[in-house]
């Protein structure tokens, strides 16, 4: 029999008795999914943007600097490249996992050459390490093989084809991770970034305040010089100048701290990368939600859990097939002769077959121990994946009412803002009227000041919240982007 034949036999051997997959089949787990998203009830989008429901979802705010750092993450940023590598281990897996379906083929080949040998013959032969090589009264045998075996252990129960799933469903949910952190770096470097264009607004600010509290000085000074006004004005508008610079100036240390962050993000020492201060061009966009059922599938988060839980699954049947025997099937075949002339003739070949079942006898309830933690893994993982369902929903809610609040809050801002200023300058006139004392004007100046600021960070904000909803619909991601296998 050739050892083709030979493996063919045990190949078809194995399809026959292969047809058994014990454990549960697995589906998905249901989730409460409401029908609608209850904030986005009464407020309607002035303008959606479809454009950030796609895989570059930063480009929806027209930032050049932006887009060419978002990009930079992709390629160059450790975290990605750590999580990248996880996913092509667990990929890896799959293949070592499916080979186990397939026997496996081995080869070797020996030669080999025995003697003996009479240190006392007659024969006047020289014996050296147990051979002899001239005369004497011993010989040499010389034995060459050459031999292929296999060996296969039949998935009579389904085991290797549960590991299989597990390992597919571990792959999948590994690269719905890399998917996750991706979007989490990108969301991360966006903030950073758009926290650092809030700092570059409120240096411009601070500087034109400062400006502004330097004249108010030198009208104060020139009025004590006159006679008309007290040194206690005077030391009011030093404080409030001081002060302010000195406000000005820290700003600078938060934004180092800020440009560092984000060249990290970016793969780059701080030292490489340096963002020149830019005028406030950002804007927020409105970002439609969608129906709540889509969620499910945008969320690589959402994807993970899932296929955590589809592993467990196929687990509960790896553990469930300890319970039935094993079979291994085993073949060899080769060629053997004392000749190497003679090695590949009809009459050198030799062959063998052979099978063994195996069954656990007793294990003191270790076998039922294993199914019990599998089924319990299972139902943590199913617990974990609504759970991060429902986390998502609330995400989304969240994002979505500060939408709908900041929009409404912003009119009220931009009014209050109007006010302050034209508070600022009647006082400042009536000061230098003499009408006012210089109490009246710092208020005021502090007033507009805080208004100026906080407009800014309502600004900010919004920028933030629309990254943020845009991460918590997905960021462009679906479970189409899961590999198959």
Known sequence: MTTARL???LLASGLLLSACEVGPNYSRPGTPTPA???EIAGWTPAAPSDAADRRDW??????????????QVETNNQTLAAADAAYRQAHALVAVQRAALFPTLTGNSTATVSGTGNKSGSGGGSFVNGATIVGGGGGTTQNYRLQLGTTWE??????????LENAKATAQASAADLANARLSVEMELAADYIQLRQLDEDKRLLDDTVDAYQKSLTVTQNKYHAGTAALADVRQAETQLYGTRAEDTDL???RAKMEHAIAILAGKAPADLTLAPAPWTLKPVDIPPGLPSTLLERRPDIANTERVAAAASANIGVQVAAYFPTLDLSGS????SSRLADLFTSSSGFWTLGATA???????????AQVSAARAAFDEAVANYRQTVLTAFGQ???????????VAEQADRQAALASADDALHISLNQYRAGTIDYTTVVVSQAVALSAHQTEIALEAERLTTTVDLIVALGGGWTEASLPGS
């Not at 075949?333 to 053997?336: C, E, L, R």
């Open 252 to 254: 600078a240390q938060q």
């Open 7 to 9: 493996c063919s036999l």
């Open 36 to 38: 609608a998203y209850k």
């Open 58 to 71: 930063w480009a929806v705010f027209g930032d050049s600097t932006l887009n060419d750092l978002e990009r």
């Open 396 to 406: 989304v809610e969240d994002n979505l009412a500060a939408q709908r609040v900041l």
């Open 358 to 368: 195996a069954e656990t006898i007793i294990d003191f309830g270790a076998r039922r």
């Open 154 to 163: 039949p998935d009579l129960w389904g085991k290797i084809r549960r590991g």
């Open 333 to 336: 075949g080769g060629v053997t």
